[in-house]
């Protein structure tokens, strides 16, 4: 069973960089074709897709983003990392991170809240 966990402080303040981190258990996030992915939701709005960090290591990220969003991973703990540079209030939300494959999402962390200080 494949299981992600989400971790990182739950209030940054403005300018600063918030890192969290995806914990993979039941499968290698080194497994063939899959891609990991980091969501978030702003209260009272849609999900927001940020970027993704697939098998290989290879990175694709929501350009609305402008160049503040990076992921990477740590493959000997099977985790993956986002770091968003410079948050504002906007940035503050549910973030999720989540498994995909074929187009697929396949299994999703619980979420964790963010709240990003004036």
């Known amino acids: 069973q494949v299981q992600l966990q989400e971790s990182g402080p739950g209030l940054v303040n403005t300018s600063q960089t918030l890192s969290l981190t995806c914990t993979v258990s039941?499968?290698?996030?080194?497994?063939?074709?899959?891609?990991w992915n980091w969501i978030r939701q702003p209260p009272g709005k849609a999900l927001e897709w940020m970027g993704l960090?697939?098998?290989?290591?290879?990175?694709v990220y929501n350009s609305s983003l402008q160049n503040r969003v990076s992921i990477s991973r740590n493959t000997a703990r099977n985790q993956f990392i986002l770091q968003l540079t410079s948050v504002t209030p906007e940035d503050t939300g549910v973030y999720y991170c989540a498994s995909e494959l074929g187009y697929d999402f396949r299994s999703w962390g619980q979420g964790t809240q963010v709240i990003v200080s004036a």
């Open positions: 960090i697939n098998y290989s290591g290879s990175t």
């Open positions: 039941g499968i290698s996030i080194t497994t063939n074709s899959y891609w």
